[in-house]
């Protein structure tokens, strides 16, 4: 009995040994990150007015998160209320947004792979939707929560590229703590 004992524990030791633990995989998202952001102008404040981002390819990103998890750069603000300066169509708690998306894994681009852009962006059968600051809805959960974050500042009609870490990712890249950049452009749905 003994000599199977030590048999099973030295077959799940080397099974171990193939196979990152969870706090390995959450360094490697993190040097990958830190990689990708290391070539990119980087804010760690949102601007004072909370509404004067610099806008285009070549705009900052923005920490939108006191952990890191999710940085923001504006692609498109939307359509802008000329007297306010806030978005002219916001995004209130419970409204329905529907969103488009292609998106990278960092953690590829890191290792050196030239992966394609995926999502459905460029695919109008594959709706995807959220109900905004909601998480308890299935629906608005599995694309993550960090996808809703650029709403606190921005209206429908606005783009972003988000670099989003697998905490605030879309659920089925938790587990495996892989970080994505995402190009997302939001719309109102219309009814």
């Known amino acids: 009995m003994a000599i199977l004992f030590l048999l099973l524990s030295g077959f799940g030791a080397v099974s171990c040994s193939k196979t990152q633990s969870y706090s390995e995989l959450l360094r ?10 290391a ?5 760690i404040d949102i601007p004072a007015d909370s509404i004067s981002f610099e806008t285009g390819e070549d705009a900052p990103f923005y920490k939108l998160d006191e ?3 999710v940085y923001m750069q504006v692609i498109n603000k939307g359509e802008i209320n000329p007297s306010t300066h806030r978005p002219a169509n916001p995004v209130e708690s419970g409204d329905v947004v529907y969103f488009r998306y292609l998106q990278k894994s960092i953690q590829d681009l890191y290792n050196g792979a030239d992966t394609e852009w995926m999502g459905n962006a460029n695919d109008l059968t594959t709706p995807a939707s959220f109900v905004y600051k909601n998480t308890y809805l299935n629906s608005s959960t599995r694309y993550g929560t960090g996808i809703q974050m650029p709403l606190k500042f921005l209206g429908y009609g606005s783009e972003v590229n988000l670099v989003l870490k697998s905490y605030y990712g879309f659920s089925e890249n ?8 995402m190009n997302i452009r939001y719309f109102k749905p219309e009814y």
Not at 28 to 37: P, Q, R, S, T
Not at 174 to 181: A, E, M
């Open 28 to 37: 490697e998202e993190e040097k990958a990150v830190n990689w990708f952001l």
């Open 174 to 181: 938790q587990t495996y703590c892989i970080p994505f950049i």
């Open 67 to 69: 952990n890191g998890y």
């Open 39 to 43: 070539s990119k102008k980087v804010c």
